[in-house]
């Protein structure tokens, strides 16, 4: 029987802290001691018109946290306790929860859609509710329901069909939600309140639709509708019907043809005249058709021969249209619109789909563009010229650079003349679009620049003068400076034209690092970033005395950073995030300054003091360990070899404390890695450290509470340790194994419907086959027969990764070198193994016919290894 | 999830600040660093193998400091004037204009092979690379070619910095290597290649990523003609490491095993002492071309060279050659050495007869492919246990050279032990050690003993160690004592290196302690 809980739920939102906290413990407590009756008395109360809303919004609360987290490990636990619940007691529950959706409180109906999505989240893949579907549907039948009940009833629809998988619906189900939801729609027969639920609730009911949109006449009339309520009074629905539009475009882009006529119309009409909110949506649709398009392009190439998803090349017919249409959102600009990245508005995202059209049409949006940028660019009104100038750097990319190179080298004085605009919109955009300039048409390796020896020295001096700008503008200039450095990256002799101004650029980039005139920290983290690919991409034999001055300097400011004043967790944070830029700048010397053997020295000097400051950094956060310091450090470690082993005293127990990072996994992420990084740099003497770190990361491992993208580089660091220490891993060697056994039977049986679980399932894989190399290999010359036992299993997990199509390269790759390693390093004992398993030959053909040299030539090793095997 | 506000569609706008795209990105390449430091450690020792090519020195080139040879200063001015010749040959027009050319240049060329000491300086000075390398342009007629490669063969020939200077003609030299090309320029080509690649890595490696080596490689295809000797020669030039990947780049070439292994059967000797060197380099490097080698059956044709040439050339490379493949694969050797076709004798035989041969370095060469099989399994050595090698072995540890003693000592002992595995003490072969040590082989190993070479010390230490333990009824410590024996470790007592002190030491407390001799 439920309990009588309410003066504990209002209690719990008392303003007294004594006594919140006391219901709150009574609370716990019951869930803690009768998690049935917890849940049955809090329906109770939500189900309870008599109650206050407060204890039932509470109730509805604590129930959906009872159901589901965020935490994958938490909500596994939370829906095995559902699931031990008695059946009658959940029938109950679940009882109470539908016939709160017809209540007139509007709170309660809302929270208690919630909580039945949650519910059928678990059980309906498990058909354990197969009445719910049912139950619903004569909601929406029943002439004599309400229209609030109708309203509830379609939006625990949409919950619901978002929440579970449409393999969980029969096809019946499906048909009748979705005609249920239709009629929902329906502008004669229901009030707005029902209409906006219904069509929110299409939203998420249109993956479910795949059986119904290839019917012509189910499509249509699912189209006919969307469209209808695409034009209705209220902006607010208009706006969700739109969404509607969007997500066909994207999940039916095949069968649209018929409807594009209408489509457009109903966009354009849109973008031109209606609120912001639903031609923001407009614009996403065509958007969306871009974003289609262009990967059915990139699908298309023609090495591979599969048959690709058709194009209908909608963007190329509607052009004329199209882009007029979005050039006049360009000028709709807000009048004090805030530079920063979260700004979204009609212009921004007409300026996004101009782009994306670019990149669909390429050089067709050209001769449609640049008559727009002539006309306005000179106008006297900022809106114009700011307009035209967005919209040249929109289409930089897509075009060839044939076709762009005439213009761009035309305009590009006039572009520089503008950086001194009077209208800041103006001068932050032309920056931007110098950016894009020299991110598109600035790569001398490839034997194109706009830039020139003899237009170079003045494109350097208007840019450092606008680094000066105001920090939206300097922030976009740094974006300007970065591309424009990028491109001198393997260009060879060309990348010295840059060398006589690094000086100059490092000056303003220090400069703008250091201003304090910009919101937050975005300029500073700009200018920093700049300045590392300025040092990355630089001719090194030129800049090393440069560089080499640079580090002291930035060496200052990071021992500078231990004496700001800490007080707030305000305060450091600010520490932190500067650290982290100063870190990484330091990350990107060292790993430029040992490329080469004649400035590696500049390091080696610098070794002991770069690792002072940064354990003093680790020094400053107790609780966590700093990413960017681990991330040079891992840097340090290459650059000094073997000498590094002087600073593992002192810095292991910060990558204990890294690998144990769980809550930040890209900590534990990144101090794995560096750990490799160590690995290769100590060789054995990372070994007195190796039985506490290889601890450390089978606890990992084993954990579910650490992120899972951890994982696969762990089984790569087995494999660092392994080629490092060598004969010593036999210690580890039979926990490693079984986890790594145990990891590739979890790959085996995973969802290849789940693209992004089959991504991991392939990192998983590729690391597990590292894991194995490393660790034969380390072998190799000691301790090979330890691998006997392991053998079969590895051989076999080549056999099934052999097996799957869905394979990565990556993965092939790692499997071929470690069958060629165990046939290498065992040898002899294992022959027998080679014989049973038939696969290989076939697999190694296939490896063979492979248009990636690099797997041909494994393949080719390891051909070559099992050949001398079988030869003796 | 179903909750509430759920943001409508948005997406990142075109026009955006650089600064974090550029961190992760950054972040990105720091992991993918790391990963191709992974990489290529692990392809690293993947390729490496645990002898590499033993190091044929290159001749010491004759220092030349001292210029007494009086015609010097007339043969440079008559480069300086060849030069001038053919510059003004280069910039000539019409008719008649190409004679002008080949004449120049036979007269360059004429005086670049003239002496000891050719005047490559003079003519590099006068300028002569840049009109060589023009005097090469593709559709030249072939005398025009020929002479100016010939040139250049020679020019390479010369001081390091010399061979340096024919950069600039390296792209066209190797472009006249095609099949297009008549033979003997293609011929000459490949000679002035193999000069070059002869002088170092560095200049290895620029003609490896200009694309020399597959032509050179196709040029061997042939079945006969001076043309594939000296590509050949060229080609093993150029794969000589220690950088592995020219090898590997070698067996990648469609057909190359093929050809090597036909050479290989042929009766020339001197195609087949260039092909042999490069099977030397192959078998070093690569252990994909080990095993497609092997595969091929390359010991067996190995053995039979070695059993039917005379020529030290040949048997050099090719004991060489065997050395590497035994002691990468000494399971292979065993397929030869026992394999079906009574082969049996003939290998050790072979082998036998080398050691027999006037020559120390095939001698010595014999001696480590003889110690390489000796190491292998108990079927190894019982074959050359009962071999007709083993007196020969005998009188070789009595009297030969040192080095050649050495060889010849590590044979004898590994026939007596078997192969050892991690710390324990090896097994006797007491058999073979009763036969050994009844040869007379005792007086070798104690004379090593006494050698300042730790090493050869170490091995007759240990060989003592073996006698004094594994002779049947207690014999050993009489016949060491009677071999002098006792003396010789003794001088080890206060020896600086403590592991053959503490050997010696150990021994003589061991089985000449205060109980030796009192039941006499």
């Given at each position: 029987m439920a309990m009588e809980i309410t003066q504990f739920l209002l209690a719990a939102q008392s303003a007294d802290a004594r006594v919140r906290t006391e219901a709150e413990g009574s609370l716990k407590q019951f869930q803690e001691q009768n998690l049935p009756q917890f849940l049955l008395s809090l329906s109770f109360e939500l189900a309870n018109n008599e109650k206050p809303s407060e204890s039932r919004r509470l109730a509805g609360i604590l129930l959906k946290n009872s159901l589901d987290a965020k935490d994958s490990g938490r909500k596994e636990l939370l829906v095995k306790q559902w699931c031990a619940i008695d059946l009658a007691l959940k029938s109950q529950i679940k009882e109470l929860l539908l016939r709160t959706i017809g209540s007139s409180v509007p709170e309660a109906r809302h929270t208690s859609a919630q909580v039945i999505a949650k519910v059928a989240s678990i059980e309906v893949p498990q058909k354990q509710w197969p009445e719910l579907v049912g139950s619903l549907l004569s909601n929406m039948t029943q002439q004599e329901s309400p229209a609030h009940l109708k309203q509830s009833t379609l939006e625990t629809l949409g919950y619901v069909c978002e929440e579970i998988s449409h393999h969980d619906l029969v096809q019946d189900e499906v048909n009748s939600v979705l005609t249920a939801v239709v009629q929902g729609m329906n502008q004669a027969a229901n009030n707005a309140e029902v209409r906006l639920a219904a069509t929110k609730a299409l939203l998420n009911a249109l993956d479910f639709s795949q059986t119904n949109f290839e019917n012509e006449m189910e499509r249509s009339y699912i189209m006919k509708m969307v469209c209808e309520t695409a034009c209705a009074k209220e902006p607010v629905i208009r706006q969700a019907a739109f969404e509607c539009l969007v997500s066909i475009a994207s999940t039916y882009y095949e069968v649209l043809e018929q409807y594009m006529q209408t489509l457009f119309e109903l966009t354009a009409k849109a973008v031109k005249e209606d609120e912001e909110s639903v031609a923001l949506q407009a614009v996403e649709f065509w958007s969306t058709i871009c974003d289609e398009e262009i990967d059915r392009q990139e699908y298309?190439?023609?090495?591979?021969?599969?048959?690709?998803?058709?194009?209908?090349?909608?963007?190329?017919?509607?052009?004329?249209?199209?882009?007029?249409?979005?050039?006049?959102?360009?000028?709709?600009?807000?009048?004090?619109?805030?530079?920063?990245?979260?700004?979204?508005?009609?212009?921004?995202?007409?300026?996004?789909?101009?782009?994306?059209?670019?990149?669909?049409?390429?050089?067709?949006?050209?001769?449609?563009?640049?008559?727009?940028?002539?006309?306005?660019?000179?106008?006297?009104?900022?809106?114009?010229?700011?307009?035209?100038?967005?919209?040249?750097?929109?289409?930089?990319?897509?075009?060839?650079?044939?076709?762009?190179?005439?213009?761009?080298?035309?305009?590009?004085?006039?572009?520089?003349?503008?950086?001194?605009?009077?209208?800041?919109?103006?001068?932050?955009?032309?920056?931007w679009t110098l950016s894009r300039i020299f991110e598109f048409l600035h790569t001398p390796d490839s034997g194109f620049s706009v830039i020139s020896p003899q237009n170079l020295p003045r494109i350097v001096g208007v840019l450092l003068e606008s680094m000066k700008d105001v920090p939206n503008v300097a922030e976009k200039v740094c974006g300007a400076i970065y591309n424009l450095a990028q491109g001198y990256e393997d260009a060879g002799a060309s990348s010295s034209l840059l060398s006589p101004y690094l000086t100059e650029i490092i000056q303003h980039l220090l400069a703008a690092a250091e201003r304090t005139d910009g919101p937050e920290s975005k300029l500073r983290s700009a200018s920093y970033e700049t300045l590392n690919e300025v040092v990355r991409c630089s001719n090194l034999l030129e800049a090393s005395g440069i560089i080499g001055q640079l580090l002291p300097v930035i060496m200052v400011k990071l021992g500078q950073t231990m004496d700001l004043q800490v007080v707030s967790t305000e305060d450091r944070e600010k520490q932190a995030e500067l650290q982290a830029s100063l870190c990484g700048v330091l990350q990107v010397i060292i790993q430029k300054l040992s490329s080469k053997d004649e400035t590696k020295p500049i390091v080696m000097q610098n070794a002991d003091q770069i690792m002072m400051l940064f354990l003093r950094v680790f020094g400053c956060h107790s609780s966590s360990v700093h990413e960017e310091a681990m991330l040079a450090i891992g840097a340090l470690a290459y650059a000094t070899g073997a000498e590094f082993a002087k600073y593992m005293p002192e810095l292991f127990k910060y990558l204990q404390t890294g690998l144990q990072n769980f809550e930040e996994y890209q900590v534990c992420s990144i101090t794995v890695g560096v750990i490799g990084d160590i690995c290769r740099a100590l060789d054995d003497k990372i070994l007195p450290f190796c039985d506490q770190i290889m601890s450390l990361l089978i606890q990992n491992l084993q954990s579910d509470a650490l992120h899972r993208s951890v994982k696969p580089p762990i089984f790569s660091c087995f494999g660092d340790i392994a080629l490092a220490i060598g004969g010593h891993f036999e210690r580890y060697v039979a926990t490693a194994l079984q986890i790594m056994q145990g990891a590739a039977q979890v790959c085996a049986q995973m969802d290849t419907l789940d693209e992004e679980l089959m991504d991991y399932g392939n990192q998983l894989r590729r690391s597990i086959f590292e894991a194995y190399s490393g660790i034969l290999q380390g072998f190799k010359d000691a301790k090979a027969e330890l691998m006997v036992p392991y053998a079969q299993h590895l051989l076999q997990f080549v056999e099934l990764v052999s097996k799957d199509s869905l394979r990565d390269e990556s993965v092939t790759k790692a499997a071929v070198a470690a069958m060629g390693d165990l046939a290498d390093v065992v040898g002899e004992k294992i022959k027998p193994l080679f014989s049973n398993f038939t696969f290989c030959g076939e697999f190694l053909n296939e490896c063979l016919d492979s248009e990636d040299d690099d797997l041909k030539d494994t393949a080719r090793w390891t051909q070559g290894m099992i050949a001398r095997l079988m030869v003796t | 999830m179903a909750d509430d506000g759920s943001a409508s569609n948005r997406r990142d706008p075109i026009k955006s600040s650089v600064g974090n795209v550029a961190g992760q990105r950054r972040r990105q390449q720091a992991v993918t660093v790391a990963k191709e430091r992974r990489e290529s450690l692990v392809r690293a020792k993947r390729l490496c193998r645990v002898g590499t090519n033993g190091g044929d020195d290159e001749d010491a080139r004759v220092e030349n400091e001292m210029?007494?040879?009086?015609?010097?200063?007339?043969?440079?001015?008559?480069?300086?004037?060849?030069?001038?010749?053919?510059?003004?040959?280069?910039?000539?027009?019409?008719?008649?204009?190409?004679?002008?050319?080949?004449?120049?240049?036979?007269?360059?060329?004429?005086?670049?092979?003239?002496?000891?000491?050719?005047?490559?300086?003079?003519?590099?000075?006068?300028?002569?690379?840049?009109?060589?390398?023009?005097?090469?342009?593709?559709?030249?007629?072939?005398?025009?070619?020929?002479?100016?490669?010939?040139?250049?063969?020679?020019?390479?020939?010369?001081?390091?910095?010399?061979?340096?200077?024919?950069?600039?003609?390296?792209?066209?030299?190797?472009?006249?290597?095609?099949?297009?090309?008549?033979?003997?320029?293609?011929?000459?080509?490949?000679?002035?290649?193999?000069?070059?690649?002869?002088?170092?890595?560095?200049?290895?490696?620029?003609?490896?990523?200009?694309?020399?080596?597959?032509?050179?490689?196709?040029?061997?295809?042939?079945?006969?003609?001076?043309?594939?000797?000296?590509?050949?020669?060229?080609?093993?030039?150029?794969?000589?490491?220690?950088?592995?990947?020219?090898?590997?780049?070698?067996?990648?070439?469609?057909?190359?095993?093929?050809?090597?292994?036909?050479?290989?059967?042929?009766?020339?000797?001197?195609?087949?002492?260039?092909?042999?060197?490069?099977?030397?380099?192959?078998?070093?490097?690569?252990?994909?071309?080990?095993?497609?080698?092997?595969?091929?059956?390359?010991?067996?044709?190995?053995?039979?060279?070695?059993?039917?040439?005379?020529?030290?050339?040949?048997?050099?490379?090719?004991?060489?050659?065997?050395?590497?493949?035994?002691?990468?694969?000494?399971?292979?050797?065993?397929?030869?050495?026992?394999?079906?076709?009574?082969?049996?004798?003939?290998?050790?035989?072979?082998?036998?007869?080398?050691?027999?041969?006037?020559?120390?370095?095939?001698?010595?060469?014999?001696?480590?492919?003889?110690?390489?099989?000796?190491?292998?399994?108990?079927?190894?050595?019982?074959?050359?246990?009962?071999?007709?090698?083993?007196?020969?072995?005998?009188?070789?540890?009595?009297?030969?050279?040192?080095?050649?003693?050495?060889?010849?000592?590590?044979?004898?002992?590994?026939?007596?032990?078997?192969?050892?595995?991690?710390?324990?003490?090896?097994?006797?072969?007491?058999?073979?050690?009763?036969?050994?040590?009844?040869?007379?082989?005792?007086?070798?190993?104690?004379?090593?003993?006494?050698?300042?070479?730790?090493?050869?010390?170490?091995?007759?230490?240990?060989?003592?160690?073996?006698?004094?333990?594994?002779?049947?009824?207690?014999?050993?410590?009489?016949?060491?004592?009677?071999?002098?024996?006792?003396?010789?470790?003794?001088?080890?007592?206060?020896?600086?290196?403590?592991?053959?002190?503490?050997?010696?030491?150990?021994?003589?407390?061991?089985?000449?302690?205060?109980?030796?001799?009192?039941?006499?």
């Open positions: 298309d190439s023609p090495d591979t021969g599969d048959s690709s998803p058709p194009h209908s090349g909608f963007i190329e017919k509607a052009l004329p249209h199209l882009v007029p249409m979005l050039l006049e959102t360009l000028e709709k600009q807000e009048e004090d619109q805030d530079h920063e990245d979260d700004v979204w508005n009609i212009s921004m995202a007409g300026g996004t789909c101009l782009g994306l059209v670019a990149r669909t049409v390429g050089d067709g949006i050209v001769p449609l563009v640049m008559p727009f940028v002539e006309i306005n660019i000179r106008k006297p009104n900022w809106r114009s010229r700011e307009a035209a100038t967005y919209a040249f750097g929109s289409i930089l990319e897509g075009p060839t650079i044939d076709k762009l190179a005439p213009m761009v080298a035309a305009g590009l004085e006039f572009l520089l003349t503008a950086t001194k605009d009077e209208n800041n919109h103006v001068r932050d955009t032309t920056a | 210029m007494i040879d009086e015609e010097q200063p007339v043969l440079e001015a008559q480069t300086v004037k060849a030069v001038e010749e053919l510059k003004s040959a280069v910039q000539s027009q019409g008719k008649g204009a190409m004679q002008k050319r080949v004449t120049a240049l036979r007269e360059l060329r004429r005086l670049l092979s003239k002496s000891e000491f050719p005047p490559i300086d003079a003519a590099l000075t006068a300028g002569a690379i840049p009109l060589l390398v023009q005097c090469l342009s593709f559709g030249s007629p072939d005398e025009q070619l020929l002479e100016s490669a010939w040139c250049l063969t020679n020019i390479a020939a010369g001081k390091p910095e010399e061979t340096k200077a024919l950069l600039p003609a390296l792209p066209l030299l190797i472009a006249h290597l095609g099949e297009k090309n008549s033979a003997p320029v293609a011929e000459q080509c490949a000679w002035a290649i193999g000069n070059v690649a002869g002088e170092g890595e560095e200049l290895r490696n620029v003609l490896l990523s200009q694309g020399a080596l597959p032509p050179l490689a196709r040029m061997i295809f042939p079945d006969k003609g001076s043309t594939v000797r000296t590509a050949a020669w060229a080609l093993s030039n150029l794969i000589k490491g220690p950088e592995s990947k020219a090898a590997a780049q070698l067996v990648r070439v469609d057909g190359i095993v093929d050809a090597i292994l036909r050479h290989l059967k042929k009766t020339d000797e001197e195609i087949a002492t260039e092909i042999a060197w490069i099977v030397v380099y192959l078998s070093a490097l690569s252990d994909i071309a080990t095993s497609m080698l092997l595969k091929g059956g390359i010991l067996q044709l190995l053995v039979e060279r070695l059993a039917t040439s005379d020529s030290l050339q040949l048997l050099i490379p090719v004991l060489r050659s065997l050395g590497n493949f035994v002691s990468v694969d000494p399971k292979a050797m065993l397929t030869i050495l026992i394999g079906g076709q009574n082969t049996e004798e003939n290998a050790i035989n072979v082998l036998g007869k080398c050691l027999r041969s006037e020559h120390r370095v095939l001698k010595k060469e014999a001696a480590w492919v003889l110690s390489n099989i000796a190491a292998g399994s108990i079927e190894h050595k019982r074959v050359i246990h009962s071999s007709e090698a083993m007196p020969l072995l005998l009188r070789l540890l009595s009297t030969s050279p040192f080095d050649i003693k050495k060889e010849v000592a590590y044979v004898l002992g590994n026939l007596c032990v078997e192969s050892a595995e991690g710390d324990a003490r090896p097994r006797i072969i007491q058999e073979h050690l009763v036969s050994i040590v009844s040869g007379g082989c005792l007086r070798g190993f104690i004379d090593l003993v006494r050698s300042p070479d730790i090493e050869a010390a170490r091995l007759g230490l240990q060989f003592i160690e073996l006698v004094l333990r594994g002779m049947p009824n207690g014999e050993g410590p009489k016949l060491v004592e009677g071999e002098d024996g006792i003396d010789a470790m003794e001088r080890f007592q206060f020896h600086e290196n403590e592991e053959l002190r503490v050997m010696a030491n150990s021994l003589v407390d061991k089985y000449f302690g205060e109980d030796y001799g009192i039941n006499e």
